[in-house]
């Protein structure tokens, strides 16, 4: 099995500043991609930014300049610093994992039980 723990969320102001943490541990031979998601509340879930293994980051527009993603394949955490937050960023933000397993199909998707982020004055 593989787990996923997510930590980082709380409430901030707008402007302010979140660091989210997730790691990976189970029986996963390889990743594929690390990213964050989140899902406001009546909305669909949304990718906010993805890491590959071997290849640089990708991001949602609303993402770029202000958030950034990274990772520390040591421990297997991928992480994300969220700068110069806004009330439109308030949501679920879950860590998702693609990697190689022991199970069949090889490929699985793993998800985070979700943090939550809260931008308010």
């Known amino acids: 099995q593989v787990q996923l723990v997510e930590s980082g969320g709380g409430l901030v102001q707008p402007g302010g500043s979140l660091r989210l943490s997730c790691v990976a541990s189970g029986t996963i031979f390889g990743i594929i991609v690390m990213g964050w998601y989140r899902q406001a509340p009546g909305k669909e879930r949304e990718l906010v930014a993805t890491?590959?293994?071997?290849?640089?980051?990708n991001y949602a527009d609303s993402a770029k300049g202000r958030f950034t993603i990274s990772r520390n394949n040591a421990n297997n955490t991928v992480y994300l610093q969220m700068n110069s937050l806004k009330p439109e960023d308030t949501a679920v933000y879950y860590c998702?994992?693609?990697?190689?397993?022991?199970?069949?199909?090889?490929?699985?998707?793993?998800w985070g039980q979700g943090t939550q982020v809260i931008v308010s004055s």
């Open positions: 890491i590959p293994t071997g290849n640089n980051p």
């Open positions: 998702n994992v693609l990697g190689i397993t022991d199970r069949r199909p090889p490929v699985q998707n793993y």
